[in-house]
């Protein structure tokens, strides 16, 4: 089954939530009102920078036209949720009064306390093939935060004098890093400059399969088995753009060194609390022989 679920969005003004919807078919009989639900807009596989993909149904009383916060940027979408659909939980009714207050009034509160009320729920909802993409999605939204801020979910790197830019972006549901290299042909000086960023991950090159007149490559991760396996992965992908930054643009990798060394890097995920066990993986021909050795399942050997 799929990590996220697929929505459309319907334009508020487009006259779409009109009582009349509830002879419509594919109308939820139960109130989607309250719910907590993992969410991704169809054909925006990244999002926009704020957008953290869980979302808070304010008004699902009609499934195919509820208006729903996203918690991670506070703002307001109408999704159609008449199909699959992923609920992590549920708010009680006081929380919700007070996120209708904080939209009626329009001010900055409104984006602050959802996001706060965003850790909340992912710390009570825990790590899992639900929460994962989310979890990504907050990790790389700091990274490009701290390297490459603006609107979008990508990170720029120049690798020219004439303006060209490789664009890095996360594919949430799996945790690759893809880069989105402008040309018609494989550079090999690329190549070298993206394995020696990244020397512990596999990367395939998916030529102009996907984006004309562009090739893409994939930095392949394995499944973080939990948050903090997550979150040092995401730091093996900050120090992997870093390096490229060093080597493409020196003088933009310098001030950016300056200014996290004084400021510090992000790191939301470190504020989610969850009560998990650090995994273990079993070396089974030793332990088949009597012996007990265990290892981190984020080792390297």
């Not at 009064?97 to 996001?115: C, M, P, Q, V, W």
């Not at 990790?139 to 060209?164: K, M, P």
């Not at 989610?272 to 399942?297: F, K, M, Q």
Request: hydrophobic residues 40%.
């Amino acid at each position: 089954m799929e990590d996220t679920m697929e929505t459309s969005v319907i334009p508020k003004n487009s006259g779409s939530r009109l009582e009349g919807m509830a002879d419509v078919p594919g109308i939820c009989e139960l109130s989607l009102t309250r719910a907590v639900i993992q969410y991704t807009e169809s054909g925006k596989a990244q999002g926009s920078a704020q957008d953290i993909g869980l979302g808070l149904v304010v008004d699902g009383r009609f499934a195919g036209a509820s208006e729903v916060l996203d918690l991670g940027s506070g703002k307001l979408k109408i999704l159609d949720l008449s199909s699959e659909l992923v609920i992590l939980d549920w708010i009680h009714q006081p929380t919700l009064e007070h996120i209708n207050k904080l939209i009626a009034r329009k001010g900055e509160d409104l984006g602050t306390y959802s996001f706060r009320l965003a850790i909340e729920l992912l710390g009570r909802a825990g790590y899992g093939p639900l929460t994962r993409s989310i979890l990504f999605r907050i990790g790389f939204r700091d990274i490009s935060q701290d390297l490459d801020l603006h609107e979008g979910t990508v990170v720029r790197i120049a690798i020219n004098s004439s303006g060209a830019f490789v664009r890095a972006h996360l594919d949430y549901s799996s945790g690759s890093l893809i880069f989105t290299v402008p040309g018609p042909e494989r550079c090999r000086e690329k190549e070298k400059e993206l394995v020696a960023a990244f020397p512990q991950n596999e990367i395939v090159c998916m030529e102009q399969r996907y984006i004309p007149g562009a090739i893409q490559y994939e930095v392949l991760f394995s499944v973080p088995p939990g948050l903090e396996s997550l979150r040092s992965k995401c730091s093996v992908i900050r120090g992997g753009l870093m390096q490229l930054l060093r080597v493409f643009e020196p003088e933009r990798y310098e001030v950016l060194s300056q200014h996290l060394a004084i400021f510090g890097s992000r790191d939301t995920l470190s504020r989610i609390s969850l009560d998990e066990p650090a995994p273990e993986a079993i070396d089974l021909s030793y332990d088949l022989e009597g012996g007990t050795h265990a290892r981190s399942a984020d080792t390297v050997h």
